[in-house]
């Protein structure tokens, strides 16, 4: 059974610190790993991943996958209040399914 | 471009009523998606659609029933409503891979149901 396990779950630190949020996965036919920040309502796309090694950035975020170990990190440095949200791990498979790990919450303390 | 668009936002209904939510999206998608999320369990995949006509089952699809019988519209309905089917929900669509193909979900505003 596919599934995608995200750690920590629960995260507070304080502004200006930097986290990193782990994703591991097993699925079948993997094609693509993808990560979400969802504040208040909808989830927003942050990355998608395919291949092993190169690092996605935007801004203060990073991502990179590993395909042989089966995770995915996602880095945010100088952290803000702002970055307080859900965060989502999902991957698709080749059949299009995509599904979610169950989430990080991040907590930036002022 | 109004998107992804779900309808209702909101519904309280009693135990054993049925009910459709209806997802609409404007960008010509292929892919939809229905999820429902509860506190603490991030998004679970309920049923999909790879194409007008088509659905697959998803995580958790016991209690529910989809149809995609036009391009734009995947309807998720519940016939049988319980208290356990009390979540929110989110729609989502996607691009075919190759058609300028980011991977990225474009989600509804989710509807949210309570069942007494």
């Known amino acids: 059974e596919d599934k995608v396990v995200q750690s920590p779950l629960s995260l507070v630190v304080h502004e200006g610190d930097t986290v990193t949020l782990n994703c591991s996965y097993e699925?079948?036919?993997?094609?693509?790993l993808l990560w979400y920040k969802q504040e208040k309502k909808a989830p927003t796309f942050l990355f998608m991943l395919?291949?092993?090694?190169i690092e996605k950035k935007s801004g203060r975020l990073s991502s990179i996958l590993d395909k042989k170990e089966l995770f995915s990190i996602l880095n945010i440095t100088a952290t803000q209040t702002g970055d307080s949200a859900i965060y989502l791990c999902?991957?698709?498979?080749?059949?299009?399914?995509?599904?979610f790990g169950k989430g990080t919450r991040l907590h930036i303390l002022p | 471009n109004a998107g992804v668009t779900q309808t209702p936002k909101f519904r309280v209904l009693k135990t054993g009523q049925s009910m459709t939510l209806l997802c609409a999206q404007d960008?010509?998608?292929?892919?939809m998606y229905w999820y429902r999320q509860d506190p603490g369990m991030g998004l679970r995949l309920i049923h999909y659609?790879?194409?007008?006509?088509?659905?697959a089952k998803g995580e958790v699809p016991d209690g529910y029933n989809v149809s995609r019988l036009k391009k734009q519209n995947f309807l998720l309905g519940l016939e049988s409503a319980a208290p356990s089917q009390t979540s929110v929900y989110f729609c989502?669509?996607?691009?075919?891979?190759?058609?300028?193909?980011?991977?990225?979900?474009?989600f509804g505003e989710g509807s949210r149901l309570t069942v007494l």
């Open positions: 989502a669509s996607s691009y075919v891979a190759g058609e300028v193909y980011t991977g990225e979900l474009f």
């Open positions: 999902a991957v698709r498979n080749r059949d299009d399914k995509i599904i």
């Open positions: 699925v079948t036919n993997f094609r693509s």
């Open positions: 659609s790879v194409g007008e006509g088509t659905t």
């Open positions: 960008m010509n998608h292929e892919y």
């Open positions: 395919t291949s092993s090694g």
